[in-house]
């Protein structure tokens, strides 16, 4: 059992993120990545919709024997988590829990602002679980649906995210923030400009860190480490995988190879296309 | 023949801008149309992908009983076209040809630009069909991947749009064009901002209207024009109906009510929700 992989997934690339920094902390374990690139993006379509693609796309993660599951986006995890927890009889861990921790941890004063899509922003999930770590803190939040696409087109670091991101973090600022939560796997990509934006004082949370301690934890608490792999990663999409390596690489910090693509529930095509099947060892993308 | 409805499909709200130029043009017809809302964008995604999507929606619409098929989306007409006529047994309609055709005769010194999502101008369906109607014209794309979230974020007039237009544009200035093809279904949005940055003598095609008058010839030709209908559209999405009511009205120009959710072959929801089905005059909703 311990031998078994550690499933990931996500709308698209964000979930990279996660990736990264669970393949740091865990350098022993397997991973299987799953990006769901021909629904991409989950974040502007209603809950019903994204619980009904999480659930295929874990479903495919748990036929591929995975040990634990990782929901490395923010809009799943905001509307699908207990769905998945009480659909499939293993582990699940989503990104909001241990990025509201964090951000409790974080927060000098408990005044905290949430950055999101849409839906993660109109699930009221981070705020619900801050409240929960600090029933004290004080919770703003807002949807900042250009993020992603900014992020997607590699205009991170340009004046027009300066522009868009002093537009929508605006209300934030003006509530006195001290924490900002980054409830997107996309916008750690913006840092730089969200930083220069808000000051040294306001402290950034990212998920992604998080997220991977909280995995280690849960496995240790059930036993479930493998202390002597190799590692690697093996990844798939649900759209031709092209455009996943090639925005994706950013992401990851590390090139994309050997990605295979698979038909979920919904698909509409039947071949695996794209590169040949490959386990790419952990030495070989981090 | 002649009374059954005509069925547009888009990958979401872009095509209402298609359905309302041809419910000006047509008032006595009557239309169904279907927004693909649980797996758009089509424009980001590749050519296999739009065409299993694009061949399913157009089977609910052929399965409708609709008299002619209409593809309101820029990336579907520009890669699936071929397919869906060799598919189904009933006249199709996409927006490239017409878009094209419009741009030859209002270009004066034959010097046109595209613009259009990565998928429409990777396929060079635009600049073939320009060539095909003018083989002396000069054709330079650019895809503009920011202008359609832009758009349905409700910022086309925003300083945002109009930098990133700039940026978008800059090469096809240089290039010193005389006519724009606004090869998306969203990008009429943004006219304000284009006519701003192009100057007057630079023509804006857009093919809503152009394609409205193909379907009008088509349907004339075939002796299956309605002559003495009542009008009246009827509104499918596959995702929640929400938001493609909050945010369609806009490229509708009127409010969007009676809007029924459906199951394509990827769908995961078996349940139609939101309002009752309801068949909405035309003098309705134009």
Avoid at 15 to 20: I, Y
Avoid at 36 to 43: N, S
Avoid at 265 to 274: E, K, L, M, T, W
Wanted: with cysteine; aromatic share 6%.
């Amino acid at each position: 059992m311990v031998q078994r992989p550690i499933g990931i997934f996500d709308s698209g690339i964000g979930g990279l993120t996660v990736l990264k920094e669970a393949m740091r902390l865990l350098p022993e374990e397997r991973f299987v990545y799953l990006g769901d690139t021909a629904r991409v993006p989950y974040g502007t379509k209603s809950p019903a919709t994204v619980i009904g693609y999480a659930e295929q796309a874990a479903g495919f993660l748990v036929s591929r024997g995975v040990k634990l599951l990782v929901v490395a986006c923010n809009t799943a995890s905001a509307v699908a988590l207990p769905h998945l927890a009480a659909c499939f009889q293993l582990p699940v861990v989503g990104v909001i829990e241990p990025g509201a921790r964090q951000a409790v941890k974080a927060s000098s004063r408990g005044r905290i602002g949430v950055v999101g899509t849409e839906g993660t922003v109109r699930s009221m999930a981070y705020n619900k679980a801050i409240l929960r770590a600090n029933p004290l803190a004080r919770v703003v939040s807002a949807a900042c649906p250009l993020f992603v696409p900014l992020a997607e087109e590699g205009w991170a670091g340009h004046r027009v995210a300066r522009i868009t991101a002093e537009e929508y973090l605006e209300p934030l600022c003006r509530e006195g923030i001290d924490t900002l939560v980054l409830g997107c796997t996309h916008y750690p990509l913006l840092k730089p400009v969200l930083s220069e934006l808000l000051g040294t004082e306001t402290v950034l949370v990212d998920s992604a860190a998080a997220t991977a301690v909280a995995v280690r934890d849960l496995l240790r608490e059930r036993n479930l480490s493998c202390r002597s792999g190799r590692g690697g990663v093996h990844f798939h999409v649900t759209d031709l995988p092209d455009r996943f390596c090639r925005v994706g690489s950013a992401f990851l910090g590390a090139e994309l190879t050997g990605v295979e693509q698979v038909e979920l529930g919904g698909g509409v095509q039947s071949s695996a296309v794209g590169d040949e099947r490959l386990m790419v060892e952990a030495g070989g993308v981090v």
